[in-house]
């Protein structure tokens, strides 16, 4: 394999684990929980240790280092730390914010805001794609990509704009007919006009004809 090929493993969820003290400890800290004043917050650890991978997010395994990262196969979104993580670190967050405005509050003095621990570290050279996990990138990534790409928008508005100018060609060319079909109303109006001027003169013409001859037979 490459030096960028990678293990795709299964996510082993035991229904029945319960992290040990350490184990919270030792996560609550990362989280940046201070002891003991948030021990009382210790129940976001418990719970973020408990917490399986999001729908789409698989764990996965480099060959050059054997390095645990996690991969999104829906976005292509790569990170070293659970995809969790930062859920359970914007709860404390949260929580010690909340902690804060209760106790300043009783005292009367300005809540001061949590303190954020750093966010988790990119694989090297930056996300790592499906096709350096030997992965075909199905449609919906594409799709996804686009969208985000801004792809999908100007597709829109291109579509937008292709409707907006065959309606117009449709509406110029209605205002075309109805120009046409006036146009050929004068025309047959002057037609007949005209057919009627003939038959005025004819008769007026077989008129006076008949006149002549009566003055002739009286003559």
Not at 110 to 124: E, I, N, V
Not at 192 to 213: I, N, S, T, W, Y
Request: proline share 6%.
């Amino acid at each position: 394999m490459a030096a960028h090929d990678s293990i795709i493993l299964e996510e082993d969820i035991d229904e029945d684990y319960d992290p040990t003290p350490d184990e919270i400890d030792e996560y609550a800290t990362w989280l940046g929980m201070r002891r003991p004043e948030d021990d009382d917050l210790l129940w976001i650890a418990s719970e973020g240790l408990k917490a399986p991978l999001p729908e789409h997010w698989k764990p996965c395994k480099t060959q050059d280092g054997g390095e645990i990262y996690y991969f999104n196969f829906a976005t292509g979104e790569s990170v070293w730390d659970h995809p969790c993580d930062d859920y359970y670190r914007k709860t404390y967050e949260e929580e010690k914010a909340k902690k804060l405005r209760r106790s300043a509050e009783g005292n009367g003095r300005p809540a001061a805001a949590p303190s954020s621990p750093g966010l988790g570290r990119q694989p090297p050279g930056g996300p790592i794609g499906l096709s350096a996990l030997g992965v075909a990138e199905p449609a919906e990534v594409v799709a996804r990509a686009r969208e985000a790409s801004g792809l999908e928008r100007d597709a829109a508005l291109e579509e937008t704009r292709r409707q907006l100018e065959v309606e117009g060609r449709a509406e110029a060319e209605r205002i075309r007919t109805a120009q046409r079909e006036a146009s050929e109303r004068l025309v047959a109006g002057d037609q007949l006009r005209e057919q009627m001027q003939a038959h005025a003169e004819a008769a007026l013409a077989a008129e006076r004809v008949g006149v002549g001859l009566s003055r002739g037979e009286r003559a």
